[in-house]
């Protein structure tokens, strides 16, 4: 079953995605903004088979939706440690 907040979800997300495109040489002044720019695009792409398997294949797409949370999460998790330990180096000099 398809609910309307899935759908908007992944609207939204494509619009910020596109967003992150268009700025993309302004983005890339974050630091390790590589894993940042990959944890959302694996966020994004749990969103894309939330809605799919609304279509098709719903088990399949859940256990990918999921796992796309996962990876999207610890992904983000390193960019943050990586991000905290250099803000502390740097406090430190």
Do not use: Q
Request: with cysteine; proline share 0%.
């Amino acid at each position: 079953m398809l609910r309307e907040s899935e759908v908007v979800m992944l609207i939204l997300g494509v619009g910020v995605l596109f967003f992150i495109i268009v700025n993309a040489s302004r983005l890339k002044n974050i630091y390790s903004w590589k894993l940042l720019i990959a944890g959302y695009c694996v966020l994004l792409s749990g969103w894309i088979f939330t809605v799919l398997e609304g279509f098709f294949a719903g088990h399949i797409l859940n256990y990918l939706e999921h796992a796309s949370y996962l990876v999207s999460s610890v992904v983000l998790l390193v960019w943050c440690c990586r991000f905290a330990r250099k803000t502390v180096k740097e406090s430190e000099t």
